[in-house]
């Protein structure tokens, strides 16, 4: 039986609705090898709700597993390095979400929901010229 490895947002509790990022079998977060994940240095790391413009931090302690639903269509996982477009700022910030199948989509809902993310002694400033993303599917045919 296939299994997938995820995480579960903050926003699960407290506005209604399972909120949940699924993990591809290769991303810079880690690497599904059989039943376990093998998860980078890259933890803890944020993940973006883009239905409720919530930024999450995670750390490696959060990765559940489940089993996988049949057939379901999966959008990429994103890989984005924001720099910050607070005045003389320019500190880059790395975040991941799903929601999005193409960049200038990603882009837009990012700037629609505009999460929340402490940048020194403001809100990081999200602008989009001044983001860039990886994508990694999941690609059911590599298991
Ligand atoms: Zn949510
Ligand atoms: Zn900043």
Redesign the pocket.
């Known amino acids: 039986m296939p299994f997938e490895h995820f995480v579960s947002l903050d926003c699960s509790m407290s506005r209604g609705g399972k909120c949940s990022i699924v993990l591809p079998p290769r991303s810079p977060l880690g690497t599904v090898a059989g039943l376990s994940y093998l998860h980078e240095d890259t933890w803890p790391a944020v993940f973006l709700c883009l239905r409720h413009g919530q930024a999450c931090v995670r750390s490696d302690q959060n990765i559940l597993q489940r089993v996988e639903p049949m057939g379901l269509f999966r959008l990429p996982l994103w890989q984005i390095v924001s720099e910050?477009g607070?005045e003389d700022?320019g500190?880059p910030h790395t975040t991941y979400a799903d929601k999005a199948q193409d960049w200038a989509t990603l882009v837009k809902l990012i700037l629609i929901a505009t999460p929340s993310i402490r940048?020194?002694d403001?809100s990081?400033?999200w602008r989009g010229d001044l983001m860039r993303g990886v994508e990694f599917a999941h690609n059911s045919l590599m298991r």
Do not use: I, S, T
Request: aromatic residues 0%; hydrophobic residues 20%.
């Open positions: 910050c607070h700022c500190r940048c020194g403001h990081l400033v």
